[in-house]
């Protein structure tokens, strides 16, 4: 089971982010690297909100709490890339199957 779900995060179109119950990233998947333009070293231990722009930050920071403890399924926030080009994303998170205190964020980039 964790191979398959490797694979499909490995190939994602969305933005994948595995984040622990601190909201630290833990790892990211290509499509960050690629489309975000961070190194995944740059990314590792950094709280989520990094990702976002700093007019969103604490909002960010509510919203995504929200979704680790289940009370909010969804979100709509810009990200930001290494750039400062702001992508509209969709967000959605979920406990990582098998893993206590291991969440997976899945963004999926609305930008036209």
């Known amino acids: 089971m964790d191979k398959l779900i490797e694979i499909l ?6 933005y994948v982010v595995l984040l622990d119950s601190d ?3 833990l790892g990211v998947n290509p499509k960050v690297t690629k489309s975000l333009g961070y190194e995944e070293s ?3 231990g950094k ?10 930050f604490p909002r960010a920071e509510e919203v995504v709490r929200e979704m680790l403890v289940g009370s909010e399924r969804r ?3 810009p990200m930001i890339d290494n750039r400062g080009k702001i992508h509209y994303v969709e967000t959605r998170i979920h406990s990582y199957p098998g893993k ?3 969440f997976i964020s899945f963004s999926r980039d609305l930008t036209k």
């Open 9 to 14: 995060i490995e190939n994602s179109s969305d």
């Open 23 to 25: 909201r630290k990233i």
């Open 42 to 44: 740059d990314l590792l």
């Open 47 to 56: 709280p989520v909100a990094f990702l976002y722009p700093e007019s969103v």
């Open 75 to 77: 979100c709509e926030l």
């Open 100 to 102: 206590e205190n291991l």
